[in-house]
């Protein structure tokens, strides 16, 4: 019942990033969603060891927060963002993909019978990139997929994750208590603008990151528009450059009871 009703709202949002839903039904004992075949490959398998370019970061970071954005404007919160989950297909286009652990709330749909409750204390999503209240057991909202995306733009732009540990225990405690090092300690160069953004992503503090994924996306889309770009680099220095800028058929995918 609940794969049902968390299907239907994401086949009602119809947003270019968002993987699209074609039909729901059941036969036979499972319950199935009819989405688009995407080709192509998940965002963990293009992170390469050292990031990816800060044009890439920017240009995905921003399709992604267009897409939470058209979910949080439904009231659904993903709440497992991470790399396996973000898809860039053959031709060029982001889509957020397994909305699985989502929650929805009233807002979702004026029949409140639509809201999915998750009990209190339950934690749910990755280790390594869940938010703070998210690892408390506490309520998701829209401000903890932003923080998620954060971690994942932080692994983006260095190449490894904002919060480590050898075990689940350690990285929730990362979570937790640590900052991530500074993105411009740790060899990678970007924009301040955007590492700032990043890190502005992974305040502990809900109320101290952004409060909307399209303010978010807002910010992404003006860092590096201007002639020039105030650049982050290893060494604290500020050095300008020149700014650059340069599925076809559906597929069934069936769930068990």
């Given at each position: 019942e609940r794969f049902q009703r968390e299907a239907k709202a994401l086949a009602a949002l119809s947003h270019p990033n968002l993987l699209d839903i074609y039909d729901v039904g059941s036969a036979d004992g499972l319950h199935f969603a009819v989405t688009e075949l995407l080709e192509g490959d998940t965002l963990r398998e293009r992170i390469t060891p050292t990031g990816l370019p800060w044009q890439k970061v920017t240009k995905i970071g921003a399709a992604v927060a267009d897409g939470l954005a058209a979910a949080h404007g439904r009231g659904i919160v993903?709440?497992?963002?991470?790399?396996?989950?973000?898809?860039?297909?053959?031709?060029?286009?982001?889509?957020?993909?397994?909305?699985?652990?989502?929650?929805?709330?009233?807002?979702?749909?004026?029949?409140?019978?639509?809201?999915?409750?998750?009990?209190?204390?339950?934690?749910?999503?990755?280790?390594?990139?869940?938010?703070?209240?998210?690892?408390?057991?506490?309520?998701?909202?829209?401000?903890?997929?932003?923080?998620?995306?954060?971690?994942?733009?932080?692994?983006?732009?260095?190449?490894?994750?904002?919060?480590?540990?050898?075990?689940?225990?350690?990285?929730?405690?990362?979570?937790?208590?640590?900052?991530?090092?500074?993105?411009?300690?740790?060899?990678?160069?970007?924009?301040?603008d955007l590492e700032r953004s990043i890190h502005r992503c992974l305040e502990k503090s809900p109320e101290a990151r952004f409060q909307s994924a399209a303010d978010l996306a807002y910010g992404f889309r003006s860092i590096g528009t201007g002639p020039s770009v105030a650049m982050a680099m290893?060494?604290?220095?500020?050095?300008?450059?020149?700014?650059?800028?340069?599925?076809?058929?559906?597929?069934?995918?069936?769930?068990a009871i």
């Open positions: 993903h709440r497992d963002l991470k790399p396996e989950n973000l898809f860039l297909t053959a031709d060029g286009r982001v889509k957020i993909l397994d909305f699985g652990l989502a929650a929805m709330h009233e807002e979702a749909s004026p029949d409140a019978r639509t809201a999915t409750i998750t009990e209190a204390g339950t934690v749910m999503g990755t280790p390594g990139y869940m938010s703070p209240e998210q690892v408390k057991g506490q309520q998701a909202d829209a401000r903890s997929d932003i923080f998620s995306l954060g971690c994942v733009l932080y692994e983006m732009v260095s190449g490894h994750r904002a919060f480590g540990g050898d075990t689940g225990a350690e990285v929730i405690a990362n979570i937790l208590k640590e900052e991530p090092p500074q993105l411009s300690s740790t060899g990678a160069t970007l924009p301040a290893a060494t604290g220095e500020v050095e300008p450059i020149r700014a650059r800028r340069k599925w076809w058929l559906a597929a069934a995918a069936a769930v």
